[in-house]
Nanobody
Framework: QVQLVESGGGSVQAGGSLRLSCAAS????????MGWFRQAPGKERVGVAS????????YYADSVKGRFTISQDNAKNTLYLQMNTLKPEDTAMYYC??????????????????????WGQGTQVTVSS
């Protein structure tokens, strides 16, 4: 059974950093396309960053490009999201997600939540001004 468990959220001031982790289990490493999504109160869930099975391909939402970095440790079956220069508008519940159908083209499709079959419970990130 696939399980995804996020951690690392918290409260931080604008300009600060956080690193989110997503521990995956129930499937072998190097088999899933992974993504980070976020949902702010009253808004739809949107894609933030995604990474291919091998890690060779990544894709970011324009709003986080240059500030956030997605990575994975396949030996630990763990996904990360390093978030720097955080802004109040980054405040949201952050979710990791996975699917096993490989990297999509165009790359922007990898931020489509409909591509993903497995989801974690989320971790809250709050950025104060």
């Amino acid at each position: 059974q696939v399980q995804l468990v996020e951690s690392g959220g918290g409260s931080v001031q604008a300009g600060g950093s956080l690193r989110l982790s997503c521990a995956a289990s129930g499937y072998p490493g190097r088999t899933a396309t992974m993504g980070w999504f976020r949902q702010a109160p009253g808004k739809e869930r949107v894609g933030v960053a995604s990474i291919s099975i091998t890690g060779r391909d990544t894709y970011y939402a324009d709003s986080v490009k240059g500030r956030f970095t997605i990575s994975q440790d396949n030996a630990k079956n763990t996904l990360y999201l390093q978030m720097n220069t955080l802004k109040p508008e980054d405040t949201a519940m952050y979710y990791c997600a996975a699917h096993f159908r490989g990297w999509s083209f165009p790359s922007s499709r990898n931020l489509d939540s409909n591509q993903y079959d497995y989801w974690g419970q989320g971790t809250q990130v709050t950025v104060s001004s």
